[in-house]
């Protein structure tokens, strides 16, 4: 069982989209709600989420696609389409600024991918989701806690100021990291999903006060592709702010801590008092769509290896498909990084 708390709100699970297009063909969808039931019962409690409202999330995201998230599917079915909302089309970024109306256009404006299709419950269980950051990051600065876990599913890390992609419509960690800034906070995000997050790090991009710093497939082989070369560095003043450690497949333990160790140096540069921990359990051996080695006691020590940075820590859920296995994953690494309030 898990000591550390957390958060999470029962109405995360409204979200249950049936399908998805993977390697050229519908499948089941990998983020299935049985995720968040699986890893809310390795803890013997969570806290349900406090609402903070809409504000903290449209200090992130724009306004017009959060309206876009809220309608999206009402307009769908209003259209004549049966099953979820999702598009079919994606225009190249020399696109014509137009305001289209159509619900096809939409879906293509604010989305990147065919990952990520709009459901009955998506705006509920997003909004929720972003609610349970926001949520622990309070019990954080409150004081209550140094290590707080936030259960957030839908995911958030690919979602970036004006689009979904990936399974994520709402960016949980960015809308927790900026809170925590407006309220003083010197943050720094610290991604190890198997994935780039390609939101997160485009929300802080010319930022210098938030350091955004990944681990992850590398997007020559893997998605997003398109982001998470480890040229990337960020624009502007917040260039040297973006850290990209892209990690070829197969990628175990001993080459992870490697990549992990580097990372924690410039966490430490920046003079970090609070860590965002984007948690992504799909680094394990049997996660059905991705290609790291990482086994269950590995999170332990990644874990551990964090936790040397002696830093208050939000650790925010990302992605990890091997249902079965994700409680005791999620177990591992808070073992690791709360050894203490792992024993109480
Ligand atoms: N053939 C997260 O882990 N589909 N999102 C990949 C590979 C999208 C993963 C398809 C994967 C998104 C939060
Ligand atoms: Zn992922």
Redesign the pocket.
């Given at each position: 069982m898990i000591n550390v708390p957390g958060y999470f709100d029962r109405r995360q699970l409204a979200h249950e989209p049936v399908q998805?297009l993977?390697?050229g063909g519908w499948t089941p969808y990998a983020e299935k709600s049985s995720r968040a039931e699986i890893i809310a019962a390795s803890f013997p409690k969570l806290h349900p989420a406090a609402d903070f409202g809409m504000q903290p999330i449209l200090n992130v995201h724009d306004g017009g696609y959060v309206e876009f998230l809220r309608s999206a599917y009402a307009e769908w079915r209003a259209s004549g389409r049966d099953g979820d909302a999702i598009g079919y089309t994606w225009p190249i970024t020399r696109r014509r600024p137009l305001d289209l109306d159509r619900i096809d256009a939409k879906l293509g404006l604010y989305s990147y991918?065919a990952?990520t299709p709009i459901a009955e419950g998506t705006w509920e269980a997003s909004y929720w989701a972003a609610q349970s950051a926001l949520s622990a990051l309070s019990a954080i600065l409150d004081g209550e806690t140094r290590t707080c876990f936030a259960l957030c599913r839908p995911?958030g890390?690919?979602s970036g100021r004006d689009y979904c992609g990936?399974?994520?419509y709402l960016n949980n960690a960015a809308i927790a990291a900026e809170q925590a800034r407006r309220l003083g906070r010197r943050v720094a995000i610290l991604d190890i999903?198997?994935?780039h997050g390609n939101g997160t790090q485009d929300i802080f991009y010319g930022d210098a006060e938030v350091l955004f710093v990944s681990i992850h497939a590398d997007p020559v082989t893997d998605?997003p592709f398109f982001w998470g070369h480890a040229d990337e560095r960020g624009e502007g003043s917040g260039l040297g702010k973006t850290l990209n450690l892209p990690r070829p497949r197969g990628t175990a333990l001993d080459g992870y801590v490697a990549a992990l160790s580097e990372a924690l140096d410039a966490i430490q540069a920046h003079e970090t008092d609070l860590l965002v921990l984007s948690f992504?359990a799909?680094t394990f051996e049997e996660d059905p769509?991705s290609h790291f080695r990482l086994r269950q006691d590995d999170y332990r020590v990644i874990g551990g290896r964090i936790a040397t940075l002696d830093l208050p820590v939000l650790v925010v859920m990302?992605?990890g498909y091997a249902v079965d296995a994700l409680g005791h994953n999620v177990e591992a690494l808070l073992s690791g990084l709360d050894p203490q309030l792992h024993a109480a």
């Amino acid at each position: 069982m898990i000591n550390v708390p957390g958060y999470f709100d029962r109405r995360q699970l409204a979200h249950e989209p049936v399908q998805e297009l993977h390697n050229g063909g519908w499948t089941p969808y990998a983020e299935k709600s049985s995720r968040a039931e699986i890893i809310a019962a390795s803890f013997p409690k969570l806290h349900p989420a406090a609402d903070f409202g809409m504000q903290p999330i449209l200090n992130v995201h724009d306004g017009g696609y959060v309206e876009f998230l809220r309608s999206a599917y009402a307009e769908w079915r209003a259209s004549g389409r049966d099953g979820d909302a999702i598009g079919y089309t994606w225009p190249i970024t020399r696109r014509r600024p137009l305001d289209l109306d159509r619900i096809d256009a939409k879906l293509g404006l604010y989305s990147y991918d065919a990952a990520t299709p709009i459901a009955e419950g998506t705006w509920e269980a997003s909004y929720w989701a972003a609610q349970s950051a926001l949520s622990a990051l309070s019990a954080i600065l409150d004081g209550e806690t140094r290590t707080c876990f936030a259960l957030c599913r839908p995911p958030g890390h690919h979602s970036g100021r004006d689009y979904c992609g990936g399974y994520c419509y709402l960016n949980n960690a960015a809308i927790a990291a900026e809170q925590a800034r407006r309220l003083g906070r010197r943050v720094a995000i610290l991604d190890i999903d198997y994935h780039h997050g390609n939101g997160t790090q485009d929300i802080f991009y010319g930022d210098a006060e938030v350091l955004f710093v990944s681990i992850h497939a590398d997007p020559v082989t893997d998605y997003p592709f398109f982001w998470g070369h480890a040229d990337e560095r960020g624009e502007g003043s917040g260039l040297g702010k973006t850290l990209n450690l892209p990690r070829p497949r197969g990628t175990a333990l001993d080459g992870y801590v490697a990549a992990l160790s580097e990372a924690l140096d410039a966490i430490q540069a920046h003079e970090t008092d609070l860590l965002v921990l984007s948690f992504g359990a799909d680094t394990f051996e049997e996660d059905p769509i991705s290609h790291f080695r990482l086994r269950q006691d590995d999170y332990r020590v990644i874990g551990g290896r964090i936790a040397t940075l002696d830093l208050p820590v939000l650790v925010v859920m990302e992605g990890g498909y091997a249902v079965d296995a994700l409680g005791h994953n999620v177990e591992a690494l808070l073992s690791g990084l709360d050894p203490q309030l792992h024993a109480a």
